[in-house]
């Protein structure tokens, strides 16, 4: 497969998309991590008793909110790639949008976005509440470090 793009559009054909998947990554981490915290703090400071709870639904809401709010970037940069790989192409991320919303509307941009926070959300969570407590072991970060 990586042969015939190659052979198709040459060596800069393996990074169609990329542009769209740095526009999707850079975001979602952002949100996820500011969300976390932002969680997180708000819990703590509610009364909620530190702990894994406290953790686990920051991780969780941060998840879904990182990839709700960038599901429409994963759009775009999956439609890119697939395009490359069967011949067409778009002519950049926001043609690829353009023409997405014009073919499908705007529902096009949240299409499987269930699928998506099913997988998304669990592996967000986990990776922050395993850096939270990795850093409170260090002693890097406040919470978890007693």
Not at 61 to 88: E, L, Y
Not at 121 to 142: D, E, H, R, Y
């Amino acid at each position: 497969m990586a042969r015939e793009l190659v052979a198709q559009q040459g060596v800069r054909g393996l990074f169609t998309g990329l542009p769209a998947a740095i526009l999707a990554s850079v975001p979602k981490l952002s949100l996820s991590f500011a969300t976390n915290e932002t969680v997180t703090g708000t819990l703590l400071d509610r009364g909620f008793k530190e702990g894994p709870l406290v953790h686990i639904t920051a991780g969780v809401c941060a998840g879904m909110v990182a990839s709700t709010v960038t599901f429409p970037a994963d759009v775009v940069m999956r439609s890119m790639q697939v395009a490359s790989m069967s011949g067409n192409t778009y002519k950049g991320v926001l043609d690829c949008f353009r023409q997405l919303f014009a073919v499908n509307g705007a529902g096009v941009f949240f299409q499987g976005l269930t699928p998506e926070l099913m997988k998304s959300v669990p592996v967000q969570a986990t990776a922050l509440v395993m850096n939270t407590w990795v850093l409170g072991q260090l002693g890097i970060k406040k919470h978890w470090d007693k």
